[in-house]
């Protein structure tokens, strides 16, 4: 793929507003990539897009659809970055809440869970059985949260954490990583080592697939899968040919995000999001990749929600 | 002002040169308006304010009323967004070659805002530009100071009526976006422009050609009715039955007459679609071949896109099985086009006894490595359809033609003229640069809107049917060493409207920069009409000023 370009390349073409939660639920210009890669070719600061930079929800639709390849996360990050308001670590050591913790990690695959997966231990046991049981899979101890997060705002990561996050993961084959954003960097940071999103790893089983049903209704995580749009799209038309089922895609072949585990959505509201994916559709079964999607979707229909791990 | 002016009078405009405007014909009573904002006959030649024909753009509004202007609004609840980075996200439109920048921007929000935005602009005498997508090329939706209206905040869909197939939505709104919620319902919209981003105010004012517009006519033949804000604040709903005459004015009145807020739009099931394509040596048996197609109602959906002149691709489509087996029975062997496969044949010959031409064989293999993929990305198909033709055909135009600067000079004619005009034009494409594609289509007219043609796109001998051909030079990404200066650009444009005058056709974009072109091509008694028109209905020609008039 050409090299990704910067904000001054944008055409003005809005392409990247199509998909985009924020642009939905506002229609205001300035809150979207085009508002601001077109407001940094007139001068504006990082400050004068605050608002802007901090609405967005990092869900990565409109990267995939922008047709001069720029790197719109990069964009925010990038403001984020020289912001003030994005400065705020989160604390190391989040991590020891975990039901299964591998004090010595020996498995040829690595489970790096998110926030939700930490609060609910059976859906994480049933996602290592799924895998193979504890011996073919064990679960990081140390998650990353804090590196996640300073990913998505921009803060630079301390290199001795950065180096001792990765230690443990570079001697694996296959890293199974839950939260999109980090998912995305550590394939650049682990060369050697199969780095996968849970929902790609899942959807994969034969177990699993088998599972699913036509009358299903089947909610992509869209992090990972836009950050890898060109490969997945593939893989998940794949799935739906197979199954028959329908998917949270839009006519470009986004995915609707719900952006219920999105850091910063305030523009967004939630239920709205999910009503929109419903929208004309009468599904038997959602089912969900991120695990956040579960209680998004509860809130809002009374058609039954399972995770992919917890399918019968 | 209330002074009115009679035929033959003279009036010398603000910069006291020649722009003088003689009403030859008719007995128009057109009211003066406060000439030094604004040039006596805002349609001459030299019409851009004292700028001559090969330049771009007017003169800037800026007067120091402003101020006295957003106070108004803020006191009346209309936000306005004066800073300098938003005013410079619409800085240009699509064709990135007319620069302009608002004092201000409001983000539309209702009619009601719209309505008294539009009051204290006639009050105030401040220039308001509307902007749907800001697909124009030619300076359109730019605004050259004043307000720049934002119609994109008004971006919902109202109601779908799946039972009577029409949908009512707000007016800003994208054709994808409302494409997106119609296909919920398995429906679809009639006919849009191939770039996903136009809006639909946008298009219902001038024109909107799909690739189906030889069967279901053009976008803006498909409104059922609309709300209009008028130039003076009136908030008007108004069809072919109702206000009938704002109506006629607003459908293809490139926003001089008011501002769409809604649109009630015909809508129709959705089907897949069956493509074929067929390639050809001859743009003109191409495109007698797609008119034949036309003429008989064959196929759904018909068009023809260049690589090069030598390389024409003609595009057939259906909605329905029964169409495309009839066609393959009745028409297929009437076409003189060729598959894949024979159209490489034959230029690997040409190729091979023209060896110093081994430029144009790389350009051609390039475009076909690049650009085929991108019309079967398997994700939009199914069972061998496109299933998004939009989504498929934007996202290639964009890609593949879409850069910071367009040129997409057109021309419609009558179908009689139409092989005639666009190998004249061909030819001046040929002189300009060494890549450049055409896009032909037909578009069906519908007789009862006879006036809504009136000093539009539409050519005025166009009877069943027209047939528009634009002329896009690549400049992007492909090109990139190929760099040219916006005169080469607004002369090409001018070269291939000089044609248009000559044969008597019209054009999709005849605003904006291209303004000097409107008598020459429409005629002073038509222009003159329209002006009067434009000047009871807007005292203070406040509303997209400089786009006609
Ligand atoms: C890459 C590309 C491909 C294109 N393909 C096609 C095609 O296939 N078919 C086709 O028909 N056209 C095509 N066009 C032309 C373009 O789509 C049309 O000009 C389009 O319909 C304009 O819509 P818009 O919303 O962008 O309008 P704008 O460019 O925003 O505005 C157009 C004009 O209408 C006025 N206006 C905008 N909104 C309103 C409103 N709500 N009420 C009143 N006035 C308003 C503006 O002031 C301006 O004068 C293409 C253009 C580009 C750049
Ligand atoms: S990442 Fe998501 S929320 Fe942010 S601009 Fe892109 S599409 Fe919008
Ligand atoms: S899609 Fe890309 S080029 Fe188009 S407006 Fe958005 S950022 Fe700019």
Redesign the pocket.
Known sequence: MNAKRNYSACSGCSLCLLSCPVWRSTHDIRLTPHGRAKAMQHGASANDLRESVESCTLCGACEPACPENIDLLGMVSGLRASSPLFKRRVEVGMDGVLPAPTDEISTPTILLIDHALAENPALLESIIQHFGGSLAIGVARDSGFDISHDLCDGIAIDEERLANFLSPLKTTLRVIVADGHLQHALKTWLPGVTVVSLGEALSTLPQVRQQLRDSDFYVIESVAFHRDHARLISHYDNLRLTIGCTMNLDLQRMAIPTTASARHSGKVNVDDQVRWILEGRQPSRIVVEDVADIAAFGRVTDTPVVHLANLI | MSASRSANAVITNAFGNNAAFTCRTLNLDIPVIDIGTFPADPVAANSLQGIKRQQTNPKRWNEPVWGEFVLALRVSDVEIIEQKFVSGTFAT??GGTAYGMPHGVVIAKDAAQISTLLQAAQQYKVPV?????????EG??VAFGGVLLD?TGMSRVLKIDAENLSVRTQ??IFWHSLAEALRRQNLDYLSA???MT??V???L??????VNSARLGCSADQAIALQVVTPTGEIVECSDSENSELFQRVILG??QF???TEATLKVRPYTPLAMHYFYYTSLSEAIADLQMLDANDVSDYSGILTMMDKVVNLLVAFDSDQRETAFKTDWLHRLRGHGEFGIALKMALYYAVHPWRWREALFLRERKNTLFPEFRRPEHMRNGKVVDRTVVFSRA??KH??SRQ?V?PDLATSPEKFIDTVQKANLVCKKYFPHYTLYCVGIKLRADHAPHYEMSCIPPDAVTHAYGCEFEPMMGDLNADAMYSRDTLQSFKNEIYDIGVAVGASY?RF?GMMKGYIRRVFGDAVVDKHLAMKRKADPNMIL?RD?IF
């Open positions: 439109d699509a530009t509307v902007r749907g997508g800001g697909l124009t090329t359109e939706s119609m007016a800003g422009p191939l770039n136009s809006s105010g946008g298009t004012g001038v024109g909107g050609i799909d490139y926003g008011g501002v769409i135009v964009w033609w879409g367009m997409i999709y605003g997209n786009v």
